[in-house]
Structure formats: structure tokens, C-alpha cells
């Protein structure tokens, strides 16, 4: 019955906010309390569930959000993002937006969580698709693909190191089988958004003129200026990781780049940059009517719709779901798609790929040798596997789908038309990737 309510829920949240107009918070909010009361869960576990979903999806990416939509608007107000995007223009061409976002995706998210990823290179890649004078659907989903497929696949992200660390997989075969498969799963990501995405047309920045876009152009910082905001928080955030794989010992060095590298850190030294972008920095560009001002409103809705994702994704995790889907699927004989349904079961019912990735993994370890995945490289066949179900399928009840949608001017309905099909087709064309090889090896 868990499941029915699932879908129910997933196809009232759209209907309440396509159809009816719903604010998504509200949506989200209602839709996860009346899930809560229709799985059974007590009172006191549905309270919880609401707090602890709306505290920790926010304790991990409010202030990121927030700082992230800051540098933004700076770089949108002084043109600095317009500066960024001649250059890109001039080396990429305009038909080449979608796979050169879905490339610096899949790069950045390496180092970076997707969610923040996606929050440092959503102002380039609105001005870039404003200059271009193209729709930014099919951009906006090749950089939340490419996020999405080196997030799940490709160490030193936590999912996949965790998800070998269960299995007793060799990280460097993981990473040396997948780093072709992510690439072809990439490619493959690249061409949905570029030849169907790309039919859905999004204003990148409505309340832009051409005439308007030309002064901007004009008055922009220089490049390197421009691009301090952006590159900086993204190093910052790639040095703390370096550290973490090369195990240093204790310093005050480390200290200092771990402190600076944590993401929200990162991007108030972001912040600060931008401070540079302005010809002359005034007091009213901090006011409530300023810039930042204008900036944290923007930012309240996004947090606020986020933040009930988080809620509506943890009553599914407190509900049991995970583990009745869990135990449903690893009775069926299917091979190497057995690891993969299973994570893609559980990554659909409760949000999060890295929990998907490592419930699956521990469903999994007890039944490796019964399943015959013994060699080194099934072992890392099998975390790939698994990597490429967690991304199956990202919707309502995942914070990134909010993001996403959000920050790209998308409605629930657009974002799952595109987005969360998306998702379903990068992963399954991964997950075809090491089918292959399994019948090879």
C-alpha cells in the first residue's frame, strides 16, 4: 500500500500545483502530512518528520542558496555574467550551450554537491542562453544531468566511495570502468536535453530587453574579475575534497583549506568577490530595496519549496518505504538490473541518490556471492550499477528537483516532463553501459 500512496501523492503534487496553481510549498507540505497519516506513522514520528526533513535539507544547502543567488545578482548587475558569456559564446558557438554546461556539470560536480553546482553556474548559464537568444530548458537540464551523473558514478563523490566500501570494491577499477560508462551515460544526457528539451521554451530572464542586455555588455567588469566569483568557491570547494583523498595529516594548513573549502564558506568568500564586480559600491546595493535585498527575496521561495521537499523525502524515509521496496525486489532473479532496480525503487520513493546508493549496496552485500558477483571488477560493476539506478528518477520528493525547476523558471509539470525524464534516461543508458560489459567479462 506504501507504494499506491507514493504515486497518489506524486500525482497530487501535480495536479495541485499545474492544474490548481498551488504554491509548491503548500503542495509539498500538505501532500507529505497526508502521506504520513495515510501510511499509519504516529503522530509523534510525522512531527518529526517534518522538522527534522525542513532542518536538515536546509542545514545543508539554505545558506548555500542563499549566498549562491547573492553572487548572482551581482554578477547579473553589473554585467559580469554577460562579460563570462561573450567569451563562451565567441569559443563554444551558440548551438553548443547544452553539452558545454553538461560537460562543466559533470566536471564540477566531481569536487561539488550537485545542488551547489547547479547554484554556481545557474547565472552563466541564464546569461549565456540570454545572449544566445535560445530557450534555457534544454541548458538548464544538460548541466542538472551532467551534475547528476558524476554525482552517482564517479569517485570521490560519497555515494559511489561509500557504496565500494560496502561492496569491497577496488575504487580504482570503479573508477576506471566508470569513467566511460559516466561519459557515455553524459553523451547520451547531452543529446535528450539538446534534441527534446530544447523544444520547451523558458524565458532565461524574462524581465531582461535587449536594450537593457547591450548596457550591461558595455559597462561589464573585466574577465577575470567576472569570473573570481564563480571560480574561486568552485577551488575552494576541489581543495577540501583533495584533502580528504590524500589523507594529509592534521595541520594548521589543513585546517585552514577545510575551513575554507566548506561550501557555504566557499561562497561567502564568493560573496565578497563580487563586491569587486560593481564600477562603485554603494550602501543602497545592501539595503532591503538593493540588490542583495531583491536577491534574498528571490531566495525565500526557492529555500522555503526546498525545504518542504526535504520534508515530504524524510516522512518516505521514516515511513519504511525504502526497505519494503528493498526487500520486494532483491527476491527477483535479474542479474546485474537487480542492483539497479533496487536502488532506482528506493531513489524514487524517498528522494535521495546518496541514501539510495547506500541502502542498495547494503541489500546487496549479503547477496553478492549468491548472484554470482565475486571478481574485482563485478564488484565495481555492481557499485556502477547501482550509481546509475540512485539517479532513477529525481522528482517532487528530491530537494535537487526543486532547485532545478526553480531556478530555471520551471513549473512541477515542465520539470517532469524534462528534468525527472531526464533522470530515467541518463541512468538507464548507464545502467545498459555495464550490462554490456557484464556480458563481455
Same mark, same amino acid.
Given at each position: 500500500?506504501?507504494?499506491? *500512496?507514493?504515486?497518489?501523492?506524486?500525482?497530487?503534487?501535480?495536479?495541485?500545483?499545474?492544474?490548481?496553481?498551488?504554491? %509548491?510549498?503548500?503542495?509539498?507540505?500538505?501532500?507529505?502530512?497526508? *502521506? !504520513?497519516?495515510?501510511?499509519?506513522?504516529?503522530?509523534?514520528?510525522?512531527?518529526?518528520?517534518?522538522?527534522? !526533513?525542513?532542518?536538515?535539507?536546509?542545514?545543508?544547502?539554505?545558506?548555500?542558496?542563499?549566498?549562491?543567488?547573492?553572487?548572482?545578482?551581482?554578477?547579473?548587475?553589473?554585467?559580469?555574467? *554577460?562579460?563570462?558569456?561573450?567569451?563562451?559564446?565567441?569559443?563554444?558557438?551558440?548551438?553548443?550551450?547544452?553539452?558545454?554546461? !553538461?560537460?562543466?556539470?559533470?566536471?564540477?560536480?566531481?569536487?561539488?554537491?550537485?545542488?551547489?553546482?547547479?547554484?554556481?553556474?545557474?547565472?552563466?548559464?541564464?546569461?549565456?542562453?540570454?545572449?544566445?537568444?535560445?530557450?534555457?530548458? #534544454?541548458?538548464?537540464?544538460?548541466?542538472?544531468?551532467?551534475?547528476?551523473?558524476?554525482?552517482?558514478?564517479? %569517485?570521490?563523490?560519497?555515494?559511489?566511495?561509500?557504496?565500494?566500501?560496502?561492496?569491497?570494491?577496488?575504487?580504482?577499477?570503479?573508477?576506471?570502468?566508470?569513467?566511460?560508462?559516466?561519459?557515455?551515460?553524459?553523451?547520451?544526457?547531452?543529446?535528450?536535453?539538446?534534441?527534446?528539451?530544447?523544444?520547451?521554451?523558458?524565458?532565461?530572464?524574462?524581465?531582461?530587453?535587449?536594450?537593457?542586455?547591450?548596457?550591461?555588455?558595455?559597462?561589464?567588469?573585466?574577465?577575470?574579475?567576472?569570473?573570481?566569483?564563480?571560480?574561486?568557491?568552485?577551488?575552494?570547494?576541489?581543495?577540501?575534497?583533495?584533502?580528504?583523498?590524500?589523507?594529509?595529516?592534521?595541520?594548521?594548513? =589543513?585546517?585552514?583549506?577545510?575551513?575554507?573549502? +566548506?561550501?557555504?564558506?566557499?561562497?561567502?568568500?564568493?560573496?565578497?568577490?563580487?563586491?569587486?564586480?560593481?564600477?562603485?559600491?554603494?550602501?543602497?546595493?545592501?539595503?532591503?530595496?538593493?540588490?542583495?535585498?531583491?536577491?534574498?527575496?528571490?531566495?525565500?521561495?526557492?529555500?522555503?519549496?526546498?525545504?518542504? #521537499?526535504?520534508?515530504? !523525502?524524510?516522512?518516505?524515509?521514516?515511513?519504511?518505504?525504502?526497505?519494503?521496496?528493498?526487500?520486494?525486489?532483491?527476491?527477483?532473479?535479474?542479474?546485474?538490473?537487480?542492483?539497479?532496480?533496487?536502488?532506482?525503487?528506493?531513489?524514487?520513493?524517498?528522494?535521495?541518490?546518496?541514501?539510495?546508493?547506500? =541502502?542498495?549496496?547494503?541489500?546487496?552485500?549479503?547477496?553478492?556471492?549468491?548472484?554470482?558477483?565475486?571478481?574485482?571488477? +563485478?564488484?565495481?560493476?555492481?557499485?556502477?550499477?547501482?550509481?546509475?539506478?540512485?539517479?532513477?528518477?529525481?522528482?517532487?520528493?528530491?530537494?535537487?528537483?526543486?532547485?532545478?525547476?526553480?531556478?530555471?523558471?520551471?513549473?512541477?509539470?515542465?520539470? *517532469?516532463?524534462?528534468?525527472?525524464?531526464?533522470?530515467?534516461?541518463?541512468? =538507464?543508458?548507464?545502467?545498459?553501459?555495464?550490462?554490456?560489459?557484464?556480458?563481455?567479462?
Amino acid at each position: 500500500m506504501l507504494i499506491g *500512496y507514493l504515486v497518489l501523492c506524486v500525482v497530487l503534487i501535480v495536479f495541485l500545483t499545474s492544474r490548481l496553481k498551488v504554491h %509548491p510549498f503548500i503542495a509539498l507540505l500538505l501532500v507529505a502530512l497526508l *502521506y !504520513g497519516f495515510l501510511a499509519g506513522m504516529p503522530a509523534d514520528d510525522i512531527i518529526a518528520a517534518v522538522n527534522e !526533513g525542513f532542518g536538515r535539507t536546509l542545514g545543508g544547502i539554505g545558506l548555500i542558496i542563499i549566498l549562491g543567488i547573492i553572487i548572482g545578482s551581482f554578477l547579473e548587475h553589473t554585467g559580469a555574467a *554577460y562579460r563570462i558569456a561573450d567569451r563562451l559564446l565567441a569559443l563554444l558557438g551558440r548551438k553548443n550551450i547544452a553539452p558545454s554546461m !553538461g560537460i562543466m556539470g559533470y566536471v564540477v560536480s566531481i569536487p561539488v554537491f550537485a545542488d551547489s553546482g547547479f547554484i554556481l553556474l545557474s547565472p552563466l548559464n541564464k546569461s549565456l542562453c540570454k545572449k544566445a537568444g535560445i530557450t534555457l530548458a #534544454g541548458a538548464a537540464i544538460a548541466l542538472s544531468l551532467g551534475l547528476t551523473v558524476s554525482h552517482t558514478m564517479v %569517485p570521490p563523490t560519497p555515494g559511489p566511495i561509500a557504496a565500494a566500501g560496502i561492496l569491497g570494491a577496488n575504487l580504482g577499477q570503479v573508477l576506471l570502468v566508470g569513467l566511460p560508462v559516466s561519459l557515455i551515460a553524459l553523451t547520451v544526457s547531452i543529446l535528450f536535453a539538446s534534441k527534446y528539451v530544447a523544444r520547451f521554451q523558458v524565458d532565461p530572464l524574462p524581465d531582461l530587453d535587449e536594450a537593457r542586455l547591450e548596457e550591461l555588455s558595455r559597462q561589464a567588469p573585466s574577465l577575470v574579475k567576472s569570473i573570481l566569483p564563480i571560480v574561486v568557491p568552485i577551488l575552494l570547494i576541489v581543495s577540501k575534497s583533495l584533502l580528504s583523498i590524500f589523507e594529509l595529516s592534521p595541520s594548521l594548513f =589543513t585546517q585552514i583549506v577545510n575551513f575554507i573549502g +566548506e561550501p557555504f564558506v566557499a561562497l561567502l568568500i564568493g560573496v565578497f568577490l563580487s563586491l569587486l564586480l560593481p564600477k562603485k559600491l554603494e550602501v543602497e546595493m545592501w539595503s532591503t530595496s538593493g540588490w542583495i535585498g531583491k536577491s534574498l527575496a528571490n531566495a525565500a521561495s526557492i529555500i522555503l519549496i526546498t525545504g518542504a #521537499g526535504g520534508i515530504f !523525502g524524510h516522512m518516505l524515509q521514516r515511513s519504511g518505504i525504502a526497505d519494503t521496496l528493498g526487500e520486494t525486489v532483491s527476491s527477483w532473479n535479474l542479474g546485474i538490473w537487480l542492483p539497479f532496480l533496487l536502488a532506482a525503487s528506493i531513489k524514487t520513493a524517498q528522494g535521495s541518490s546518496t541514501v539510495a546508493l547506500i =541502502t542498495a549496496a547494503s541489500i546487496m552485500a549479503p547477496l553478492m556471492e549468491t548472484l554470482g558477483f565475486v571478481s574485482g571488477l +563485478e564488484k565495481a560493476l555492481v557499485v556502477l550499477v547501482i550509481g546509475a539506478g540512485s539517479a532513477v528518477v529525481s522528482h517532487a520528493n528530491d530537494s535537487f528537483f526543486w532547485v532545478v525547476t526553480q531556478m530555471s523558471g520551471m513549473d512541477a509539470k515542465t520539470g *517532469y516532463k524534462t528534468h525527472t525524464l531526464g533522470t530515467l534516461v541518463m541512468g =538507464t543508458s548507464a545502467a545498459t553501459c555495464v550490462f554490456i560489459i557484464s556480458l563481455l567479462v
